[in-house]
């Protein structure tokens, strides 16, 4: 018997890329920190309210 398929448009819980990076880091050097962080100035232009509500 095979595998039961998931509907088409339903997103994995974690992607090939989520899994890579635990593997590998974040930079492809394992156990290394994260050196991404948001500069204040691309803090400031973040905006706060992420559901904009309906746009019709």
């Not at 448009?9 to 890579?20: A, K, L, N, Y």
């Not at 880091?25 to 394992?30: A, C, E, H, L, T």
Request: aromatic letters at 0%.
């Amino acid at each position: 018997m095979s595998k039961p398929r998931e509907p088409n448009g339903v997103e994995p819980s974690r992607s090939e890329d989520d899994i890579q990076r635990d593997q590998l880091g974040p930079r492809g050097v394992p156990n290394a920190p994260d050196p991404a962080k948001m500069t204040p100035q691309r803090d400031k232009k973040t905006p706060k309210q992420v559901d904009p509500g309906h746009t019709a």
